[in-house]
């Protein structure tokens, strides 16, 4: 690869640093290393558009990076690739048309950070990722991310009206709509979002909003077991209040973490269910009582413990990993998701799975979802042990129905094991998808699918 034949308008753009390329060689948390050949701080559309080009008629792989927080080696660039870094200087709201809910914004902006400016305007963009306040725009459309209040809103997907990009065939392309439905042609904006940057490489989003509830309010229950935790959880998806935003799961090995590591005081308890209450101003006091009435059966621990401000205990709920990780070490982290009915099957089969062994995993998760995350210190098994284990945990989930990643994907980590979810077929078509957006494989090789 030859980077001084890169067009005259990138040149200044580009970092060859040593350290510099060592940082883009991995994400922040995970396990997975590759190595960049060189990092680009794009500054606009057309120098992504550019530098497409260029790495089309080098046959040059490159990867997008937003806030490399992706767990599962996503963002890591193999064999040299180049990194197109849009945290630096492609992080802003281009604007906000506040009558149809819409924010247009450049892919590098902190999710957390757009929701603080959309406060100002009695909105907010619901998908709320742990990682919110390091995560970027891209990378939770190029995940399909998830958090907390996807139990009520939905993953990115779901707000994601539009996507301007550059796709792996040189070609710059607008997909979507600023119309609230469309039945027009493929939905390409879907197919885009979860694609892991393999399809195209964004350059602006249209994200789709909601207004603020009048009222949230966060609460935390302490339940005497884990059993008694993911039964309440299938009880509390099935019941009438709408108002329910986030159901979240964690175990004790969570609560001592978060405690420890944050100072928090969340209750001692062998489980504690997070939620999220939305509500008019006045409905406030009703809704909870009604909640803690339900909730008497499976022997709720003590008062609850709650948070006029929900963001302050979606703040702490999202610093769960890194408190584990710096409690214990490094973890290996990981994320599968069933039908909510399964959730307690799921809970107790990867339990049983562990049991033989010394790993002590934590468990925590987008209860409501159905979705689990399980984390255990890595360094205490071989390869093979732990292609073992994994083997089991992903055969159980796709016996409950379910899938080997709820909203971290595929990366290049899960790869190996994607064939147990899907079918050759349909592996088949998206490969084919892949070969017609990005014929020479230049994006991101080695991720997804
Ligand atoms: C502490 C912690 C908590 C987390 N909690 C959650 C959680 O609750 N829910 C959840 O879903 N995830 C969570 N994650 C995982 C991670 O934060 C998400 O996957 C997030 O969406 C990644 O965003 P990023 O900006 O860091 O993207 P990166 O890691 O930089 O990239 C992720 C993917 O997006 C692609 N990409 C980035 N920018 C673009 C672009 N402009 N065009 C095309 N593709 C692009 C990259 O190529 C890569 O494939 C957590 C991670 C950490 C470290």
């Known amino acids: 690869m030859d980077l001084t034949k890169l067009p005259p308008a990138l040149k200044g753009k580009v970092i060859l640093d040593k350290d510099v390329l060592n940082a883009y060689s991995s994400d922040i948390l995970s396990n997975v290393s590759g190595q ?12 992504v558009h550019s530098l497409v ?37 492609l ?35 619901p998908p709320n990722p742990g990682s919110w306040e390091i995560s970027t725009v891209g990378g939770n459309v190029s995940t399909n991310a998830a958090g ?10 779901s707000w994601v009206q539009a996507i301007d990009a550059v ?37 602006s989003i249209l994200l789709r909003l909601a207004p603020l509830p009048q009222k949230r309010v966060g609460v935390t229950i302490a339940l005497p077991d884990i059993e008694a935790a993911t039964k309440a959880v299938v009880k509390l998806a099935h019941s009438p ?41 006045s409905g406030e006091s009703e809704v909870l009582s009604s909640l803690l009435d339900m909730l008497t059966e499976f022997g709720p621990m003590g008062e609850p413990l709650y948070f006029d401000d929900a963001n302050a205990m979606w703040d702490l709920r999202g610093k769960t990993t890194l408190a584990l990780e710096k409690l214990y070490g490094p973890r290996f982290r990981d994320d599968v998701a069933v039908p909510v009915s399964r959730f307690p099957e799921l809970v107790q ?57 709820g909203e971290h994907g595929i990366g290049s980590s899960k790869l190996p094991y994607l064939k147990m979810e899907i079918g050759g077929a349909a592996l088949n078509s998206m490969r084919q998808i892949k070969m017609a957006l990005d014929p020479k494989g230049i994006l991101n090789p080695g991720k997804g699918y």
């Not at 997008?64 to 193999?78: I, Y």
């Not at 039945?183 to 964004?202: C, K, N, P, Y």
């Not at 210190?377 to 899938?403: E, M």
Request: with cysteine; hydrophobic share 40%.
């Open 36 to 47: 960049a050949g060189g990092v680009v701080r794009v500054t606009d559309a057309d120098d």
């Open 53 to 89: 080009s260029w790495a089309l008629s080098e046959s040059v792989p490159i990867v997008a990076r937003g806030g490399g927080s992706s767990l599962d080696g996503e963002c890591v660039p193999f064999g040299g690739a180049v990194v197109v870094d849009f945290a630096t200087h």
């Open 91 to 125: 992080n802003k709201i281009i604007d906000i048309d506040k009558e149809n809910m819409l924010a247009l914004v450049q892919p590098g902006l902190i999710n957390r950070e757009l929701n603080r400016r959309l406060e100002e305007h009695g909105l907010f963009f």
């Open 148 to 157: 907390p209040r996807s139990y009520r809103y939905g993953s990115t997907k």
């Open 167 to 203: 796709l792996g065939t040189g070609k710059r392309v607008w997909y979507g709509t600023r119309a609230r439905k469309s039945s027009s042609g493929l939905d390409m904006v879907r197919l885009l979002a979860g694609s892991e940057g393999t399809l195209g490489i964004f350059t």
């Open 241 to 281: 209040f709408i108002a329910i935003s986030a159901i979240e799961f964690l175990d004790e090995s969570c609560i001592d973490a978060l405690n420890s590591v944050y100072s928090s005081s969340l209750p001692e308890s062998p489980s504690l269910l997070m939620l999220e209450i939305e509500s008019t101003a």
């Open 349 to 405: 089969g990867s339990r049983k799975i562990f049991s033989n062994t010394a790993l002590h995993p934590s468990f925590f998760g987008h209860a409501g979802d159905g979705n689990l995350h399980l984390e255990f210190n890595r360094n205490l098994l071989s390869k093979s042990k732990l292609d073992a284990l994994l083997s089991s945990l992903y055969s159980l989930t796709v016996d409950l129905g379910g899938t080997l990643t």
